[in-house]
Every structure is written in structure tokens, then in C-alpha cells.
């Protein structure tokens, strides 16, 4: 079972919400943006895990190669 998105810095809740209908589990979408915007010297998939108390970037690199999206959808994705 999916869990709803946690509360994390406002403007990335409110960015992710967008993509809702897009990434079906937002976990490792929201650990992603928060690990984008932190002030990690060297953004690694390791390091963003760390970041966001997963036990390795293992996670996040099956999510980038495996989740299910479709680019188009995401390229065609309307702002407004």
C-alpha cells in the first residue's frame, strides 16, 4: 500500500502535489526535490538518502530507473 506524501518544506509539497497524478508513489519524488534543494555539497543518490533517513541511495536510483511515468506525460504536464 502507497502512503500519502509527508509534510516537508512547503513549496516542494506544493511542487510535488502537481505531479501527483503523474508518480503514483511520491516517496522518492519528495526525497529527490528535498535532496535537489538542500545544502549538500555534492547531490548524490547516497547522500540524498542520507539526507532524507533512507538507509542507501539504492532506493532512489530503483526509483529513477524503474518507476512507472511516461516522459510525455510529464513534458506535456500543464503549470496553470
Same mark, same amino acid.
Given at each position: 500500500?502507497?502512503?500519502? #506524501?509527508?509534510? $516537508?518544506?512547503?513549496? =516542494?509539497?506544493?511542487?510535488?502535489? *502537481?505531479?501527483?497524478?503523474?508518480?503514483?508513489?511520491?516517496?522518492?519524488?519528495?526525497?529527490?526535490?528535498?535532496?535537489?534543494?538542500?545544502?549538500? #555539497?555534492?547531490? $548524490?543518490?547516497?547522500? =540524498?538518502?542520507?539526507?532524507?533517513? *533512507?538507509?542507501?541511495?539504492?532506493?532512489?536510483?530503483?526509483?529513477?530507473?524503474?518507476?512507472?511515468?511516461?516522459?510525455?506525460?510529464?513534458?506535456?504536464?500543464?503549470? $496553470?
Amino acid at each position: 500500500m502507497l502512503r500519502p #506524501p509527508i509534510a $516537508t518544506v512547503s513549496f =516542494i509539497d506544493e511542487y510535488c502535489l *502537481l505531479y501527483r497524478s503523474v508518480f503514483s508513489d511520491v516517496r522518492f519524488y519528495e526525497c529527490l526535490h528535498l535532496g535537489i534543494v538542500s545544502p549538500l #555539497p555534492r547531490k $548524490t543518490l547516497p547522500e =540524498i538518502a542520507k539526507l532524507n533517513g *533512507l538507509k542507501n541511495g539504492q532506493s532512489l536510483h530503483h526509483f529513477l530507473r524503474d518507476a512507472v511515468w511516461n516522459v510525455a506525460q510529464v513534458e506535456q504536464f500543464d503549470y $496553470t
